[in-house]
Each structure stands twice: as C-alpha cells, then as structure tokens.
C-alpha cells in the first residue's frame, strides 16, 4: 500500500525448529523458545508463480509450512486473545539455501542470506480458520513431482499459533497483512529445476510452485 511518500512494509517472520523431528533431521537441539528469523518483502512470491533456482546458492531445501496472515494491530498479545488476530490460514513454502545456512551456521553468522534471498518465501492460497476447522489440528502435506516428501500436523507443533504470535508480539508489533511462517515437519530437501510442488493443507490442494 501507497499513501504519498510513506510505505508500510509487510512482515515476513519465521519460526524454525518447530517440529522436533526436522530439528532432530538437521542435528538441531530441540529449542526452549520459538527460533526467530525473518525474510524481506522482496522474498515473496504469489500467485503461482514459478520459483527460479538461483545458480549460486548451492543445495536449496523445500520447507513445507502453515503460514498465518495477521488481521490487526497488535503488541504483547496475550495468548489467550492470540487466536483473533489470525485472519486468514494458509501454506507457504520457505526455500532455504541449505548449502549456505550450514556454512552460516558453522561461523555464528545471521541466517538471512540463506533465507531471504528472492523468491525464498513461496505463498499459497489463503482460507479463513474456520474454513480449515481451526483451532483444531491442521494436516500439511508437500508432494514433489507427484511423490509425498513432506507431512506432519499441528499437534506434531513444538509452539501452538497462539504461543508464537504471543512471543514474537513481544519484540515486533503485529501489523495487519504481516506473516507468519510456523515451521516446517520432517522431511525437507533440494530442489531440482523442472520440479513441480504441491501443498496441501487438510488434504485440500492449497499451493503450487513449479522450479524453474
Ligand atoms: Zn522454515
């Protein structure tokens, strides 16, 4: 959105480590807190469009992941009013530059070049949370060229919705259309140009990528 001169960003935050199974899969501790971390606007991609595999980046790992958009203002939510600021349910891809987040990782360095690079926040359609039957334990499936590389569901969630937009209001304040990506199940790997993806959420199809 455009008002003269003045222009409001969207948040993209990212919680990593959700499932204990993909932090067990990358030899991650299973953390105390929601691991935090946040890409740009300019990561975005929308509407079905195709994701180009940057050349330079080495392995990029798919990550399947229930994304929330916030539907108002907010700062230190309590949990217990967390549930109604989540105005629309849907998935997200966040592609991560694996190669490089480990080398990142081994030298105590940010994270964001492995995973806010261009392109590296995938969204799908959105639904409202009672469309989905939410609260209630959601299903998230990826399938890649027809074969199922990733499920899990939100009772597999190390922190509930309710608990991340809680915690993360604490540092940010929540604006309306900000996202949340809440972490991915087991199950991540590379991307292969040609490939096809394919998000459900409840078995509903909900996101489509191909990479280019
Ligand atoms: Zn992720």
């Not at 948040?11 to 990358?26: F, Q, S």
């Not at 039957?133 to 074969?147: A, F, K």
């Not at 996202?179 to 909900?206: C, S």
Request: proline letters at 5%; one cysteine or more; aromatic letters at 8%.
């Amino acid at each position: 959105m455009r008002i003269g001169l003045i222009f409001t960003a969207v948040k993209i935050i990212c919680i990593g480590r959700n499932y204990a199974e993909h932090a067990r899969e990358l030899n991650n501790d299973v953390p105390g807190e929601p691991v935090v971390f946040m890409k740009p606007e300019s990561a975005l991609i929308r509407d079905g469009k195709p994701f180009f595999l940057p050349d330079h980046l080495g392995d990029v790992h798919h990550e399947l992941e229930i994304v929330l958009r916030i539907g108002r203002n907010g700062k230190h939510i309590a949990e217990r009013f967390a549930a109604t600021y989540i105005d629309r349910i849907g998935l997200g891809i966040d592609f991560t530059a694996r190669t490089l987040q480990s080398d990142l990782k081994g030298r105590g360095l940010p994270w964001e070049l492995a995973k806010g690079f261009d392109g590296s926040a995938i969204l799908g359609d959105w639904q409202t949370p009672e469309a989905v039957q939410w609260p209630g334990i959601l299903s998230l499936r990826l399938e890649v060229n027809g074969e199922t590389r990733q499920e899990g569901d939100t009772g597999q969630l190390l922190f509930s919705f309710e608990q991340i937009i809680s915690f993360v209001s604490r540092y940010f304040t929540l604006k309306m259309g900000d996202l949340i990506f809440t972490g991915t199940p087991a199950g991540v790997g590379p991307v292969h140009r040609g490939d096809r993806l394919q998000g459900f959420l409840n078995d509903r199809p909900m996101l489509q990528c191909k990479v280019c």
